[in-house]
């Protein structure tokens, strides 16, 4: 069975830094995609970021500039470096990914919270 476990949420002052961390595991062959999506209270999930295995990202307008996301494809680990955080960034934040097992399944985390303020 293949699970994404998230990691490196807490809380953290406005212009503070954080790294979130979603490793893969199971019978995974490779990797399609992977992204960060959040929830913030009373409000619908949104994509903030996501990586293809090649490299390529993509970036909410909110986040650019301040949010980088990464991948270890050897690690089977997608990342998230959230500089200059704002109240605003506050959230659950949840790893998902398109992976390759025996077929393309989609899978989700269980969430990590993100609470920015002073």
């Known amino acids: 069975q293949v699970q994404l476990v998230e990691s490196g949420g807490g809380s953290v002052q406005p212009g503070g830094s954080l790294r979130l961390s979603c490793a893969a595991s199971?019978?995974?062959?490779?990797?399609?995609?992977m992204g960060w999506s959040r929830q913030a209270p009373g409000k619908e999930r949104e994509l903030v970021a996501a990586?293809?295995?090649?490299?390529?990202?993509n970036y909410i307008d909110s986040v650019k500039g301040r949010f980088t996301i990464s991948i270890d494809n050897a690690k089977n680990t997608v990342y998230l470096r959230m500089n200059s955080l704002k109240p605003e960034d506050t959230a659950v934040y949840y790893c998902?990914?398109?992976?390759?097992?025996?077929?393309?399944?989609?899978?989700w985390g269980q969430g990590t919270l993100v609470t920015v303020s002073t």
């Open positions: 199971g019978r995974i062959i490779s990797i399609n995609r």
């Open positions: 990586i293809t295995s090649y490299g390529t990202t």
């Open positions: 998902n990914g398109v992976l390759l097992t025996t077929k393309y399944v989609e899978v």
